[in-house]
């Protein structure tokens, strides 16, 4: 639930990059990628202040 920051969400899952956390270390989204990528597949991510965050994961059949 919630927004992704604006300022981050060209480079959501690029690694280090993180907003608002103290104790982030921006690898969450960016090990997501990896394996998403790994798999054959990929991920991605909507996000507005109007209807929240989608994070999508597509893998292949």
């Known amino acids: 639930m919630g927004t992704v920051p604006e300022s981050i969400r060209d480079h959501f899952f690029k690694k280090y990059v993180t907003a608002g956390k103290l104790k982030g270390t921006g690898l969450g989204t960016y090990s997501a990628k990896l394996i998403a990528e790994a798999h054959g597949g990929m991920i ?5 202040e109007d209807s929240g965050t989608t994070v999508t994961v597509q893998l292949p059949t």
């Open 44 to 48: 991605n991510m909507q996000s507005s």
